[in-house]
């Protein structure tokens, strides 16, 4: 996500509960899906359509589900677009449109539930989007004016044993859990030192059910133009784990996650893959868009690619 005083906004989602034609749910294995993209393909420069991919229809979600098609959701700081997973293909879907005589500065980042609900901050408020067509709704003013670099919603039982939380951070390396009924944050942890090293948070974390809590970093007090790092943070230990010291682009704002790949948008325009293991990132294409932000819902599927 964007730092204060920037103007950019992007964010990679998936979106559902009748808002969105691209998010399906399954229970139990879901490996049989066989149409994940090759990430070790050539690099290329994606294809702009007018209109969302519809790749399903929404059945009830029974417990234990997993979201095995689903679009992925990228914006700048005026416009959504959609992402298929399966041919890494961007598709515009809207200008992000607020209630008249609203003053709203650019869309800073998102957060997508269990339920696929897409969450987003800007100005002073979190907002519900509509991902067929962008419009946005207020749920609930920001009481403290805190501005949130990052944002995601994180599974049920990794900071509240019963609820999934709207979680936060702030570019002085804060995690904040966001209450969306009244808007109060209140400081979860500030990052810990790792690797004998302070961080900040460069832009964006996503959190998976099942996987980890991804986050995009950058040593503290390095230039904002020095490549990120990958970490792994622990919401019950209170802990962060470098997994990789040079992602190997800087400006990674938005981070989503599919099929045991962390994808990353970066402010200069590029769209990369993220190994999760050893946090090294490669260049999928180089959109026209610049990127701010990013999420995916928190029971993305966390199969192994074909």
């Known amino acids: 996500m964007r730092p204060p005083l920037l103007s950019l906004g992007l964010l990679l989602a998936?979106?559902?509960?009748?808002?969105?034609?691209?998010l399906r749910f399954t229970t139990g294995?879901?490996?049989?899906?066989?149409?994940?993209?090759?990430?070790?393909g050539a690099v290329t420069k994606p294809d702009v359509v007018a209109s969302p991919l519809d790749v399903g229809t929404i059945p009830i979600r029974d417990n234990g589900a997993v979201a095995t098609e689903a679009l992925v959701y990228a914006h700048s700081d005026t416009t959504l677009y959609s992402v298929n997973p399966r041919d890494n293909r961007f598709a515009r879907i809207a200008d992000f449109t607020f209630p008249r005589g609203t003053n709203v500065a650019d869309m800073t980042d998102i957060a997508v539930d269990s339920e696929g609900?897409?969450?987003?901050?800007a100005g002073d408020a979190?907002?519900?989007?509509?991902?067929?067509?962008a419009v946005c709704t207020r749920v609930v003013t920001l009481p403290e004016r805190r501005f949130f670099v990052g944002l995601s919603w994180v599974p049920r039982g990794t900071v509240d044993a019963n609820n999934e939380v709207l979680v936060g951070a702030t570019t002085d390396g804060a995690l904040w859990r966001i209450d969306v009924g009244n808007g109060r944050a209140t400081q979860l942890f500030m990052l810990p030192r790792a690797s004998g090293q302070?961080?900040?948070i460069s832009g964006d974390l996503v959190s998976i059910d099942g996987d980890?809590?991804?986050i995009t970093l950058r040593r503290d007090g390095a230039a904002s133009t020095?490549?990120?790092a990958l970490g792994v943070v622990d919401f019950r230990s209170r802990t962060l784990r470098i997994v990789g010291t040079d992602v190997g682009y800087p400006r990674v704002f938005g981070v989503g996650y599919w099929r045991q790949t962390l994808y990353g948008f970066t402010r200069t325009g590029d769209f990369i893959t993220i190994n999760t293991r050893t946090g090294v990132g490669r260049r999928v294409s180089t959109p026209t868009m610049q990127f701010s932000g990013a999420g995916v819902t928190t029971i993305a599927s966390i199969e192994a690619p074909p």
């Open 212 to 214: 980890a809590t991804y």
């Open 14 to 22: 998936v979106a559902g509960c009748g808002e969105s034609p691209g």
């Open 198 to 200: 302070a961080w900040t």
């Open 29 to 40: 294995d879901a490996s049989a899906d066989s149409g994940a993209v090759d990430m070790d």
């Open 117 to 121: 609900a897409i969450t987003g901050t």
């Open 226 to 228: 020095a490549n990120d």
């Open 126 to 133: 979190v907002w519900r989007i509509d991902a067929r067509t």
